[in-house]
């Protein structure tokens, strides 16, 4: 597809020109709380961005650079008194530079290998995997290694939405399809198989399309656009054909991406495919807000657990989709002695924590600061990448703390595969 870059880059920049640079942003953005450098805040970001024109042609790769310094939280969003649409606009300015660039080829390449094809990305993981368990070995209770400092997950096969079988609830109610997203499908399969049976038990009918793949997130921040619609597309065709009352994710990035991102292709898309967008985003939500609507947390004979547990939000749990509470109420409900960690990024932000790893790192150093600041016995959170990320800290720390995702200590807490 020819990209008009002159129009790609006067709508970043007038999302761009909103900004007053009243600096609020810069409070709540893990990077910049990190460097204290202007051009890490997202005014600095915008400042750059309404010279995006000239900086097309002048510094493409070097401006790429700074804007990719970014973990995409959305926190300066959700901050700023004016709505300006801070992610939206280094999104489409990541789009125009990259281009402008030449530089992602090679990177797109990649990418499209790994996700744009679900049946390549299965065999891709499983070779994967046969070289992990050559190379590496993970202790029992462990499922992330650590490789230079970057946090490596085990594969773990058979894979959840190739291996998903569906009992009937005892009083059928509502029919979920479940959207296991790349990293609970490869690599935390039993949160998609906990997520499953907590919903049937719920009495939801629980459906998980074979062929789903990546939510095309990881395009869209590489500016390869093309690439995000074919995979919003591609799920399209399988939802097409389903009837459903939800949609469930135990991811909140996958979340925010069937909720605020699809429907940004939608100019791209057919009338049809557009409606099945928007019913899609109004009928998603994350495994815990359906948890409590469907009841499955009221347990009130519940007997405490003795476990003392802290919440990790994710990013775009607290700034997206503004929905921390039902987790909380969940674990208070299965009777687990909750204590609250201040709330903070754990540094990872998808590609951002591969390519920025020191920074990364350091922005990880305070999230393992305000854990361990609890006392809790395991942090639990909602995003496998968070998973991934804490895991890797906490045994480079070698902590006695546990990270899990909600869905495990919820299932089954004191034998989870989390808990040594």
Request: aromatic letters at 4%.
């Amino acid at each position: 597809m020819s990209i008009d870059l002159v129009s790609l880059a006067d709508a970043a920049e007038k999302m761009a020109s909103l900004c007053n640079r009243c600096g609020l942003c810069q409070a709540v953005c893990p990077v910049y709380k990190r460097t204290g450098l202007e051009g890490d805040s997202a005014r600095g970001k915008l400042a750059l961005i309404t010279a995006l024109h000239e900086n097309l042609t002048d510094a493409p790769a070097e401006t790429l650079s700074r804007l990719n310094r970014c973990t995409l939280c959305g926190g300066c969003k959700a901050t700023c008194p004016r709505g300006v649409a801070t992610v939206d606009a280094f999104l489409l300015a990541r789009k125009a530079l990259a281009e402008a660039a030449r530089l992602s080829g090679t990177k797109r390449a990649l990418l499209r290998k790994a996700f744009s094809d679900p049946k390549r990305t299965a065999t891709l993981a499983a070779r994967f995997a046969a070289v992990q368990r050559r190379l590496i070995t993970f202790p029992e209770e462990e499922r992330v290694a650590l490789a230079r400092r970057y946090p490596v997950p085990k594969i773990t096969q058979p894979f959840f939405s190739e291996n998903y079988a569906a009992r009937e609830p005892e009083s059928p109610g509502p029919d979920v399809v479940l959207f296991a997203g790349c990293l609970v499908d490869k690599v935390y399969p039993f949160v998609g198989e906990g997520l499953a049976g907590l919903l049937t038990d719920a009495g939801a009918r629980v459906h998980v399309p074979k062929e789903q793949g990546c939510c095309g997130i990881p395009f869209l921040t590489e500016g390869d656009e093309d690439e995000f619609l074919k995979a919003v597309r591609r799920h399209l065709a399988l939802f097409s054909g389903m009837d459903f009352s939800h949609v469930v994710t135990p991811c909140a990035t996958c979340t925010h991406a069937l909720k605020h991102l699809w429907p940004m292709a939608k100019e791209r898309l057919s009338e049809a495919e557009g409606r099945l967008v928007d019913r899609i985003a109004d009928a998603v939500c994350d495994g815990s807000d359906l948890l409590a609507q469907l009841g499955a947390g009221d347990r009130p004979e519940s007997a405490e657990t003795g476990l003392t547990v802290t919440v990790h939000d994710p990013c775009h749990a607290r700034h997206s989709l503004n929905n921390t509470a039902n987790t909380r109420a969940l674990l208070k409900d299965a009777g687990h002695n909750l204590v609250e960690m201040e709330p903070g990024c754990c540094g990872l932000g998808g590609s951002f924590g591969m390519k920025n790893r020191d920074l990364s790192l350091a922005i990880g150093e305070g999230c393992l600061a305000r854990i361990e600041a609890t006392g809790a016995d395991v942090v639990v959170t909602s995003c496998p990448g968070c998973m991934a990320q804490i895991e890797a800290l906490l045994k480079g720390a070698n902590s006695r703390i546990r990270v899990l995702h909600v869905v495990e200590i919820l299932e089954n807490p004191l034998d989870s595969p989390g808990l040594s």
